[in-house]
């Protein structure tokens, strides 16, 4: 017999469900900062998509969840930020603002939380 790639015959049907939640809160600067400088904005000065005041920031997923934070509708990099979830006196976002860039008063800032909780289901039919 010639040599060959021996494999199983299995057949399988899947369904994966990534099933995303997203939360996201709003804030206008209260005064111009100027870098190189930090805006420290806490949970109690977010509104949600409802108007209401913000009372907590929302935990992470570990390795199935993301934020985005955009300045006056601009994504800014990961590392000028620091996310803190939690409520009142815990959760904040920190953004560092680099030497020569400002962030203006009345600026929006959107925080864009994306939590995971994924799903799956295989059924093998041989």
Excluded: C, H
């Excluded at 206008?28 to 904005?41: D, M, P, R, Y």
């Excluded at 955009?70 to 030497?99: F, H, K, R, S, W």
Aim: net charge negative.
């Amino acid at each position: 017999m010639p040599l060959k790639i021996m494999k199983l015959a299995i057949t399988a049907n899947s369904t994966v469900n990534t099933s995303p939640t997203v939360e996201r809160f709003f804030n206008e600067v209260a005064a111009t900062v100027t870098g190189a400088g930090s805006l420290t904005i806490a949970v109690g000065d977010f509104w949600t998509d409802t108007g209401a005041n913000a009372t907590t920031l929302p935990a992470l997923a570990a390795d199935n969840s993301y934020f985005n934070v955009y300045v006056n509708g601009a994504l800014q990099m990961e590392d000028l930020l620091a996310y803190t979830p939690g409520g009142t006196g815990v959760g904040q976002l920190v953004i560092t603002v680099p030497a020569g860039s400002t962030i203006e008063q009345n600026t929006p800032i959107v925080l864009a939380i994306t939590n995971f909780a994924p799903t799956s289901d295989t059924t093998i039919i041989t």
